[in-house]
């Protein structure tokens, strides 16, 4: 026993699980800042902190979130590639989540998936907005028309750091920063 009264294991079962209580908080802020609701931080927390993929129902029990609330969260975080839905023999049907740990993964779907989707839409919209005011003969048309050779511009390169970000790993990228730097 130590000089609190308590084993030595209990105060390190607390202290383990003060700390990721600490992360788990931070981690609701996080999915605030980035738009999410805040139980997918939660959720997140607790798969990050699994040794083993979680059900569904255990998820609920750890969280004290609705049933619906947590299966709505995990739909979406499988489609971030946040989490990872599970079956396990012998379990039958029951959904199992484990979190992906690598968060450049993470960080890399998203960008494949939410800013792909809005480079793709607006490169269509200022191809056919180009397209449309080329043979305008008007002082306006040409001055929308620059504005949207300017804008295509930056699209172009949205997309060529998409596609260095989505094609690159962490290691290589931390390095050509360094290299950078260093230039």
Do not use: C
């Not at 995990?74 to 396990?88: A, C, G, L, P």
């Not at 809005?118 to 919209?125: D, L, P, W």
């Not at 003969?137 to 060529?160: H, M, T, V, W």
């Amino acid at each position: 026993m130590s000089e609190s009264g308590s084993d030595d294991g209990d105060d390190v079962s607390e202290a383990v699980a003060q700390a990721r209580e600490r992360v788990i908080e931070a981690l609701e802020r996080s999915a605030d800042v980035y738009g999410f609701n805040r139980s997918y931080g939660r959720l997140y927390g607790i798969l990050f902190f699994a040794d083993e993929p979680v059900s569904l129902d255990e998820l609920v029990e750890r969280s004290g979130y609705a049933k619906s609330t947590v299966s709505s969260a995990m739909t979406d975080m499988e489609r971030f590639h946040m989490v990872y839905r599970r079956s396990i023999p012998g379990e039958g049907k029951k959904a199992f989540y484990e979190a992906e740990r690598d968060f450049w993964t993470i960080i890399q779907e998203m960008i494949r998936g939410e800013f792909q989707r809005e480079v793709t839409i607006m490169t269509q919209a200022l191809a056919d907005a180009e397209e449309s005011l080329e043979d305008v003969d008007s002082e306006q048309a040409k001055r929308d028309l620059e504005k949207i050779r300017q804008l295509q511009q930056i699209y172009r390169r949205g997309q060529q750091l998409i596609d260095l970000l989505t094609s690159t790993s962490m290691e290589r990228l931390t390095g050509l920063v360094d290299q950078f730097r260093r230039d």
